[in-house]
């Protein structure tokens, strides 16, 4: 009798895993993507973008803005890392200038020079990372200092840093130390201390790192973190818990080879690197750069994650008939779901006085500068150009 109770669990239990195994889908492979940068097509940004809206923000003698390297949105407010400054400016979101956030110096509470910027919107503080002194300063949104942790990621050399929802941090460096050692991904903890390395590749290609590159990390929509390393082509994804690592895609270059990446001098090195990537809603846009044949244009990739389309040329911000949008320089923020530009004083004046600028971004421009003669405009501060992407979209046919 016990024996036959034996067989019949043992072929219900054989059963059911069995099925289980059947329900199971086989998991899906990262999507391959093909990017020839030499295609000098015209991306219409109206294939990708519903509407744009802008923020003049106030030029005053303590709001001066020399290098924006990350904008941080919190509700009705701005934080802006000022890179060439080492400054946090406070604005609100009509762009009026309300105050700076800590300030240099070796006390508690004052950097040497902020490397990253982040943000913990639950908390509705700012995360600034001291590069030189090696310490993590958290202020709230009206400046004042809460803490610092010392001596972050055991004083290792950290290229980039974001902050998990659960307080702890990601790490990224894509280039070796003398000893070869803490390249890759690894987590730190909410005290400072180095835990475990979740991504490490010791091929490193021998190029010279890019000056352009200032973000490697950012956030996205489901509280997760996504990854663009430098040397490969290739974008990550790490989980909430900042736990676990997935290629989430991968570029594949035409005629970029290992032994074009070995150029010691970058301007003489005839390969395409990317130099920045945002990934935002459905969207995946990445500035492709080769030094010796781009001339100073770079070009772009643009990846929809639900149509898995992919166009590739420049972004044509002149050609819309409806939108008045301007080139800017794409900048790394906390927006899940937009494209954000800097546009410069020098830009504006420019744009206002060329021919194939169309009149209703003219008039736009004109409004922006209102009252102000030319001397003025080159003192202003940036112009947030915001671009608020389409869901959903078909980029080919």
Same mark, same amino acid.
């Given at each position: 009798?016990?024996?036959?109770?034996?067989?019949?669990?043992?072929?219900?239990?054989?059963?059911?895993?069995?099925?289980?195994k059947?329900?199971?889908?086989?998991?899906?492979?990262?999507?391959?993507?093909?990017?020839?940068?030499?295609?000098?097509?015209?991306?219409p940004?109206?294939?990708?973008?519903?509407?744009?809206?802008?923020?003049?923000?106030?030029?005053?003698?303590?709001?001066?803005?020399? !290098?924006?390297?990350?904008?941080?949105?919190?509700?009705?407010?701005?934080?802006?890392?000022?890179? =060439?400054?080492?400054?946090?400016?406070?604005?609100?979101?009509?762009?009026?200038?309300?105050?700076?956030?800590?300030?240099?110096g070796?006390?508690?509470?004052?950097?040497?020079?902020?490397?990253?910027?982040?943000?913990?919107?639950?908390?509705?503080?700012?995360?600034?990372?001291?590069?030189?002194?090696?310490?993590?300063?958290?202020?709230?949104?009206?400046?004042?200092?809460?803490?610092?942790?010392?001596?972050?990621?055991?004083?290792?050399?950290?290229?980039?840093?974001?902050?998990?929802?659960?307080?702890?941090?990601?790490?990224?460096?894509g280039?070796?130390?003398?000893?070869?050692?803490?390249?890759?991904?690894?987590?730190?903890?909410? &005290?400072?201390?180095?835990?475990?390395?979740?991504?490490?590749?010791?091929?490193?290609?021998?190029?010279?790192?890019?000056?352009?590159?200032?973000?490697?990390?950012?956030?996205?929509?489901?509280?997760?973190?996504?990854?663009?390393?430098e040397? =490969?082509?290739?974008?990550f994804?790490?989980?909430?818990?900042?736990?676990?690592?997935?290629?989430?895609?991968?570029?594949?270059?035409?005629?970029?080879?290992?032994?074009?990446?070995?150029?010691?001098?970058?301007?003489?090195?005839?390969?395409?690197? !990317?130099?920045?990537?945002?990934?935002?809603?459905?969207?995946?846009? &990445?500035?492709?750069?080769?030094?010796?044949?781009?001339?100073?244009?770079?070009?772009?990739?643009?990846?929809?994650?639900?149509?898995k389309?992919?166009?590739?040329?420049?972004?044509?911000?002149? =050609?819309?008939?409806?939108?008045?949008?301007?080139?800017?320089?794409?900048?790394?923020?906390?927006?899940?779901?937009?494209?954000?530009?800097i546009?410069?004083?020098?830009?504006?004046?420019?744009?206002?006085?060329?021919?194939?600028? !169309?009149?209703?971004?003219?008039?736009?421009?004109?409004?922006?500068?209102?009252?102000?003669?030319?001397?003025?405009?080159?003192?202003?501060?940036?112009?947030?150009?915001?671009?608020?992407?389409? =869901?959903?979209?078909?980029?080919?046919?």
């Amino acid at each position: 009798m016990k024996q036959l109770l034996f067989l019949i669990l043992s072929f219900v239990l054989i059963m059911f895993y069995s099925c289980k195994k059947e329900k199971e889908l086989p998991t899906e492979e990262p999507p391959i993507v093909t990017v020839d940068p030499n295609i000098k097509d015209v991306i219409p940004v109206d294939l990708f973008v519903d509407s744009v809206s802008f923020i003049p923000l106030e030029t005053t003698d303590s709001s001066l803005i020399a !290098k924006i390297a990350k904008i941080l949105f919190f509700d009705d407010l701005m934080a802006i890392h000022d890179y =060439k400054t080492s400054a946090i400016l406070l604005f609100d979101t009509k762009g009026h200038y309300l105050r700076n956030i800590g300030r240099k110096g070796q006390g508690p509470g004052e950097y040497a020079f902020i490397a990253h910027l982040m943000s913990d919107l639950d908390k509705k503080q700012i995360i600034a990372y001291d590069s030189y002194q090696r310490k993590m300063i958290y202020y709230d949104l009206d400046g004042n200092f809460i803490k610092e942790i010392t001596g972050f990621s055991n004083n290792k050399v950290v290229r980039d840093v974001i902050n998990m929802p659960d307080g702890s941090f990601i790490c990224y460096k894509g280039d070796c130390d003398r000893e070869g050692a803490y390249s890759g991904v690894w987590r730190v903890d909410s &005290t400072g201390l180095m835990g475990e390395t979740l991504y490490s590749d010791p091929d490193i290609y021998p190029v010279v790192r890019s000056n352009y590159f200032h973000s490697y990390l950012y956030y996205l929509d489901d509280n997760s973190v996504g990854l663009a390393t430098e040397y =490969k082509d290739d974008i990550f994804h790490i989980d909430e818990n900042g736990k676990k690592i997935e290629k989430y895609m991968s570029f594949d270059i035409e005629g970029k080879t290992r032994e074009k990446m070995t150029s010691p001098d970058p301007k003489e090195a005839d390969y395409t690197k !990317k130099t920045m990537v945002y990934e935002k809603g459905n969207y995946i846009l &990445t500035e492709w750069f080769n030094a010796k044949k781009n001339y100073g244009v770079p070009a772009y990739s643009l990846y929809s994650k639900d149509g898995k389309q992919t166009v590739v040329g420049l972004i044509g911000y002149y =050609k819309s008939e409806t939108l008045p949008t301007i080139y800017g320089d794409l900048i790394n923020t906390n927006d899940l779901n937009d494209f954000v530009t800097i546009i410069s004083p020098e830009r504006i004046l420019e744009d206002l006085n060329r021919d194939k600028v !169309k009149e209703h971004t003219k008039e736009m421009l004109a409004t922006l500068v209102a009252g102000k003669s030319e001397d003025e405009i080159i003192e202003m501060n940036p112009v947030i150009q915001i671009l608020h992407l389409k =869901k959903q979209v078909k980029l080919t046919d």
